[in-house]
Antibody, heavy 122, light 107 residues
Framework: QVQLVESGGGVVQPGRSLRLSCAAS????????IHWVRQAPGEGLEWVAV????????YYLDSVKGRFTISRDNSRNTLYLQMDSLRTEDTALYYC???????????????WGQGTLVTVSS | DIQMTQSPSSLSASVGDRVTITCRAS??????LSWYQQKPGKAPKVLIY???SLQSGVPSRFSGSGSGTDFTLTISSLEPEDFATYYC??????????FGQGTKLEV
């Protein structure tokens, strides 16, 4: 079955960096765009970034542009999110989610991983 | 950015009730609207895409309707496992993709 497993979360001080990973299985990873979506504690959902199936297109939420970098390794079936210059407001559970479109970005998400928690605090 | 507004923010209901949740977009998004269900401590799960298409494996008591700026999610007869938080999300061409604030469905 399709499965996404995030890792790499933790506690980090403001201004520091963290890299999240998302390991995919159960589908042809290189055929689908993948998103990062986050959820601050007790809050709603916020889309963060998306990368196309081949990595040629990347789009970001304005508040993370220039600080976060989404990338993928199709040979390892793995998605990454490099987070630099972290801020307290980046504290959230970060989910990776497969885009539903085949070789295109549809903009809706199915399925989602279980999430990895990032806490930015001094 | 396209703003998505759900109503109500919370809703009390009972097993067997018919429930409707509304989502309004700040501009027309055609039918680029999805609905997700999230249970405590779990990842969201898609129920409806393209405003009215039922995702495979989702019970038929869930239905979606609407286009343009106004959308609804209806649960025809609540089951115990339906008590959760529901989010709408737009995927119109203009990024970023945005979600409604959520509707918590409680007993």
């Amino acid at each position: 079955q399709v499965q996404l497993v995030e890792s790499g979360g933790g506690v980090v001080q403001p201004g520091r960096s963290l890299r999240l990973s998302c390991a995919a299985s159960g589908f042809t990873f290189s055929n689908y765009g993948i998103h990062w979506v986050r959820q601050a504690p007790g809050e709603g959902l916020e889309w963060v970034a998306v990368i196309s199936y081949d990595g040629s297109h990347k789009y970001y939420l304005d508040s993370v542009k220039g600080r976060f970098t989404i990338s993928r390794d199709n040979s390892r079936n793995t998605l990454y999110l490099q987070m630099d210059s972290l801020r307290t407001e980046d504290t959230a559970l970060y989910y990776c989610a497969k885009d539903a479109g085949f070789f295109t970005i549809s903009g809706w998400f199915d399925p989602w991983g279980q999430g990895t928690l990032v806490t930015v605090s001094s | 950015d396209i703003q998505m507004t759900q109503s109500p923010s919370s809703l009390s209901a009972s097993v067997g009730d018919r429930v409707t949740i509304t989502c309004r977009a700040s501009q027309s998004i055609s039918s680029y609207l999805s609905w997700y269900q999230q249970k405590p401590g779990k990842a969201p799960k898609v129920l409806i895409y393209a405003a009215a298409s039922l995702q495979s494996g989702v019970p038929s008591r869930f239905s979606g309707s609407g286009s343009g700026t106004d959308f609804t999610l209806t649960i025809s007869s609540l089951e115990p496992e339906d008590f959760a938080t529901y989010y709408c999300q737009q995927s119109y061409s203009t990024l970023p993709y945005t979600f409604g604030q959520g509707t918590k469905l409680e007993v």
